[in-house]
């Protein structure tokens, strides 16, 4: 098994900022691909943004040149760093991660969620 916990989200008001973590705990595993979504009342849950295991990175047209996505993988953590927040950016928010684990293979797994409110 391999968890995941997430931390970082709060309330802010528009024009702030937030750092979202999530990290991942086990033995035997390594991490390929990790991401964020997010996932806004009454709406599909959405990439926000894509860190590959080379650490190139994809962003969401309406978080580009706002969020950071980064990983540390000797901490097997992915972080979202949210600057100029909007309150469309108000959601739950969630890591994925790709995940090869000796014995089990490729799966992937995601995190409980942590809900970003922006204020106007």
């Known amino acids: 098994q391999v968890q995941l916990l997430e931390s970082g989200g709060g309330l802010v008001q528009a024009g702030g900022s937030l750092r979202l973590s999530c990290a991942a705990s086990g033995s035997m595993f390594s991490i390929n691909a990790m991401a964020w979504y997010r996932q806004a009342p009454g709406k599909q849950r959405e990439l926000v943004a894509r860190i590959t295991s080379s650490g190139s990175t994809n962003y969401a047209d309406s978080v580009k040149g706002r969020f950071t996505i980064s990983r540390d993988n000797a901490k097997n953590t992915v972080s979202l760093q949210m600057n100029s927040l909007k309150s469309e950016d108000t959601a739950v928010y969630y890591c994925?991660?790709?995940?090869?684990?000796?014995?089990?293979?490729?799966?992937?797994?995601w995190g409980q969620g942590t809900r970003v409110t922006v204020s106007s």
């Open positions: 994925k991660l790709d995940i090869f684990k000796t014995g089990t293979g490729y799966f992937t797994t």
